[in-house]
């Protein structure tokens, strides 16, 4: 989804108060249906109401049945979301309380357990054994296991404010079993992206690939399948990505824009996995079906490039520019293509870069260095 697409999505989703829920401002979802098409004045699908019962959002549900006027609609939506702000204050406020009851259990009973080990030196054992089987204790050390254990999976060797100890543990409970983050998560975490640890993302991005996959098989809407390879993809999940698109039959997809997204996000998938000629073939299929789109140039511009056939790869990228990708983005993926690449072929797209433009391309001296760097520390370690 273009940049532009998704502040616009978000401009709808702060129009109608529902910034704080994530479907709200993601494309394919049942509430951005609902959203769009009122925005567009268009007939809202029945499969896509019914989200609205699930989200509890009985003003939009007035709303799509002509009872509200949109002035009083945006009144009794304020109310809700304060509700639902509300809700989400109790959650972390209850887990704060949890917590504070266990430290204040935890000295509490090593108080009572000191006592009792002066007053009773005889019954010393016996008292730490009781304390030991104490329900209570198991409780609290099973949950001080978890949260040592969510810490060290999603933010190994971080320091962490304590002042944000609360909330990242939330959010890890909440990723961790598998569930959504909040959009007001989500730039929590963009805004303190040292909490945003690779693992965090991966597990992340696997929540929304599921999600948008099960939103797929209950609506069979093919974007929906789109997003779900793309979020695998971002979870280093391609096999996955691409087993799910490989379920669908795109001699009957009739749409060209559709059609150019399942064969270039499908390619990607492929191009992840090495299964090089595949995703060739894909990309080549998408560019003929949408000639003007910029996506599967840079697909194949990706690929001849880390095939090593630097000058058909940058052609590729040149298309790409040519039909509205930003030289901006394109360094970008050079950039993250030049730190996978072995070290032959980094000095060759070096040279390559460097040759074709030397002041754009300066980067890679950096880059290069770094590299260095970093293979120096792998042999060391």
Same mark, same amino acid.
């Given at each position: 989804m273009s940049a532009t697409n998704s502040q616009k999505t978000l401009d709808i989703a702060r129009k109608y108060q529902l910034v704080d829920i994530p479907q709200a401002s993601q494309i394919a979802t049942r509430l951005h249906i609902v959203l769009d098409s009122l925005e567009k004045g268009k007939t809202i699908p029945e499969f896509a109401l019914s989200c609205l019962e699930d989200e509890n959002l009985h003003a939009l549900r007035k709303l799509t049945r002509n009872e509200l006027s949109f002035s009083a609609y945006e009144k009794m939506a304020k109310a809700e979301i304060t509700a639902r702000q509300s809700a989400k204050g109790k959650e972390l406020k209850q887990v704060q309380a949890e917590l504070k009851t266990l430290k204040?259990?935890?000295? %509490?009973?090593?108080? $009572?357990? =000191?006592?009792v080990r002066r007053a009773e030196a005889k019954k010393a054992e016996a008292a730490r054994r009781a304390y030991e089987n104490d329900p209570r204790t198991?409780?609290?050390?099973?949950?001080?296991?978890? @949260?040592?254990?969510?810490?060290?999976?999603?933010? !190994?060797?971080?320091?962490i404010d304590q002042d944000d100890y609360h909330r990242l543990m939330i959010i890890w409970r909440h990723v961790d079993q598998g569930k959504r983050l909040s959009e007001v998560d989500l730039a929590w975490l963009s805004t303190n992206e040292e909490y945003f640890s690779q693992e965090l993302r991966r597990k992340y991005h696997a929540n929304e690939a599921k999600y948008y996959e099960a939103d797929f098989k209950q609506t069979r809407n093919p974007w929906s399948a789109v997003n779900a390879c793309s979020q695998y993809r971002k979870a280093e999940m391609a096999s996955s990505g691409d087993r799910l698109l490989s379920t669908l039959n795109l001699s009957s997809v009739k749409n060209a824009k559709l059609k150019s997204a399942l064969l270039t996000t499908h390619g990607g998938?492929?191009?992840?996995?090495? &299964?090089?000629? =595949?995703?060739?073939?894909?990309?080549?299929? %998408?560019?003929? *079906?949408? !000639?003007?789109?910029?996506? !599967?140039c840079t697909l194949l511009g990706a690929i001849y490039m880390e095939m090593g056939q630097l000058s058909l790869g940058h052609e590729w990228y040149q298309k790409a520019i040519e039909?509205?990708?930003?030289?901006?983005?394109?360094?970008? =993926?050079l950039k993250s293509i030049f730190m996978k690449a072995d $070290?032959?072929?980094? =000095?060759? @797209? $070096?040279?390559?870069?460097l040759k074709e433009d030397h002041v754009r391309f300066?980067? *890679?001296? $950096?880059?290069?260095?770094?590299?260095?760097?970093?293979?120096? &520390?792998?042999?060391?370690a």
């Open positions: 204040e259990e935890e000295a %509490a009973e090593a108080k $009572k357990a =000191e006592a198991i409780a609290r050390q099973k949950a001080r296991a978890e @949260l040592l254990a969510l810490r060290e999976k999603y933010s !190994p060797g971080f320091f998938a492929k191009r992840d996995q090495r &299964l090089t000629k =595949e995703a060739i073939r894909m990309g080549e299929e %998408a560019h003929q *079906v949408t !000639p003007q789109n910029f996506r !599967p039909r509205g990708f930003s030289e901006r983005a394109m360094d970008s =993926e $070290k032959a072929g980094r =000095e060759k @797209l $070096k040279a390559f870069l300066a980067w *890679v001296h $950096k880059l290069s260095s770094t590299s260095k760097k970093l293979g120096k &520390l792998s042999k060391s």
